[in-house]
């Protein structure tokens, strides 16, 4: 159960869209189609953005989408907003019923 | 409305046992499908999964921690125990709980606001 590979950090300035990346194994991501996202401001519990790989829960913005492509998920914010800066943790099944984080990604917004 | 909240000793020595107990509200164990996890995250660092239980008493365990942790549940009480033997240093993290509500979903979509265990002598 390696952690899945996220970029340490990405930016963008308001508007703008980032996308992060998270590559796991034909294990986890590969595997299933249950990738979800969350965002963690400092201090705070981390927050359910996105789930079964392209859903949102109610109350997420449409700016937060998901995809995923073989081994890589990948979590795209469009028209970055300040309130969008935070880290972000993606999140795969790993079969077994356990679970995998990725190493995190702190988007700022410039 | 779903609430979760974390709570144990905020310092715990070297070779010690922690227990942290999730006690939450607005929803019940009892449903099928629903669950309980501990995720865990030191300090400037990632979230890491640890443990999850069902209201059919199965328990699940990360590979690196199986044999250090203990996951149980009190269903009458809308409590999860989380024990984790032999403390180390790195082991100092903040303790999440989290719930999982159906069987067929693979999210945590309600967290407890985490409790800081610091592992010291």
């Known amino acids: 159960q390696s952690a899945l590979t996220q970029p340490r950090s990405v930016s963008g300035s308001p508007g703008q869209s980032v996308t992060i990346s998270c590559t796991g194994t034909?294990?986890?991501?590969?595997?299933?189609?249950?990738v979800s996202w969350y965002q963690q401001h400092p201090g705070k519990a981390p927050k359910l953005m996105i789930y079964d790989v392209t859903k949102r829960p109610s109350g997420v913005p449409d700016r937060f989408s998901g995809s995923k492509s073989d081994n890589t998920a990948s979590l795209t914010i469009s028209g970055l907003q300040a309130e969008d800066e935070a880290d972000y943790y993606c999140?795969?099944?790993?079969?077994?019923?356990?679970?995998?984080f990725g190493t995190g990604t702190k988007v700022t917004v410039l | 409305q779903v609430t979760l909240r974390e709570s144990g000793p905020a310092l715990v020595k070297p070779t010690q046992t922690l227990t942290l107990t999730c006690s939450f509200s607005g929803f019940s164990l009892s449903t099928s499908g629903m669950c309980v996890t501990w995720v865990r995250q030191p300090p400037g660092e990632a979230l890491e999964w640890l443990a999850r239980?069902?209201?059919?008493?199965?328990?699940y365990y990360t590979t690196s921690l199986k044999t250090r942790l203990i996951i149980s549940k009190d269903t009458s009480k809308n409590q999860v125990v989380l024990t984790m033997t032999n403390m180390d240093p790195v082991d100092t993290a903040t303790y999440y709980c989290?719930?999982?509500?159906?069987?067929?979903?693979?999210?945590?979509?309600?967290w407890g606001q985490g409790t800081l265990v610091t592992v010291s002598s």
């Open positions: 239980i069902d209201g059919d008493d199965n328990k």
């Open positions: 999140c795969s099944y790993a079969g077994s019923y356990t679970y995998v």
């Open positions: 034909s294990s986890d991501v590969g595997g299933y189609n249950y």
């Open positions: 989290a719930r999982k509500d159906s069987s067929s979903s693979a999210y945590f979509d309600y």
